[in-house]
């Protein structure tokens, strides 16, 4: 009995211990929360694509652009081989085979490359940016597959020892930091915050 009851004092001794280890834990962590996660989310999210993101995508959009002034209006040949990549070898890259709806496209893709970015990186209609840009990236990602035929390694794989794969490793980063702006907004620092917008959500 006395064993018994030596063994069930420890056991309840290291009950409490373990309570109040939680307890602290539980007061620490719903402290920090509640004073910056409300804000310090989607802000590192919105400074994380601005900072590996933003010129990486207007790089892309600047060598869509066509030659002079109006070059925004009109698309170089290589935005036709970078988004219907297929259909510009086979027409040994005339821009004039393509259908209006086509064009219509790529001049779209072109102007989103720079609008999106910049919308997500001020904090304008960041959850709209954010969910353009994902659908962006998935057509990216599918063009690249489909259409520039990426071999293996580019692709990559989850779940698997190597983490540098530009489609499936990278891309899922790109998401996850897009799908954070969806569902918390811009933050505070933002023109959502001075124009109203989400505003519960930017305190």
């Known amino acids: 009995m006395t064993d018994l009851s030596a063994s069930a004092e420890q056991g309840s001794a290291r009950g409490k211990a373990l ?12 402290r920090i929360d509640a004073a910056l996660s409300s804000w310090a989310i989607p802000t590192l999210a919105r400074f994380a694509f601005a900072a590996v993101l933003l010129m990486y995508f207007w790089g892309s959009a ?9 070059g925004l209006f009109s698309p170089s040949v290589g935005a036709y081989a970078q988004i219907f990549p ?5 027409v040994v890259y005339d821009t004039t ?4 709806f086509e064009k219509l ?16 990186v001020i904090g304008l ?25 990426a071999d293996a390694t580019t692709i990559g794989a989850w779940f698997d020892r190597a983490s540098d794969s530009l489609i499936m490793d990278q891309r899922a980063f790109w ?10 907004g811009a933050g505070p620092f933002s023109v959502d915050k001075l124009l109203g917008i989400d505003r519960q959500n930017s305190k």
Request: aromatic fraction near 10%; hydrophobic fraction near 60%; charged fraction near 10%.
């Open 125 to 149: 209609f960041t959850r709209l940016a954010a969910l353009g840009m994902i659908g962006f990236v998935t057509v990216q990602s599918l063009t690249d597959i489909h259409g520039h035929h």
């Open 86 to 90: 297929q259909k510009a070898e086979a």
């Open 19 to 30: 309570g109040a280890i939680i307890s602290i834990h539980n007061a620490i962590f719903s």
């Open 97 to 100: 085979q393509f259908s209006i």
């Open 175 to 184: 998401m996850f930091v897009l799908i954070t702006l969806v569902l918390r």
């Open 62 to 70: 600047m060598t869509k652009l066509g030659d002079g002034i109006f």
């Open 105 to 120: 496209l790529i001049l779209a893709g072109t102007w989103a490359e720079f609008i999106l970015p910049l919308l997500i």
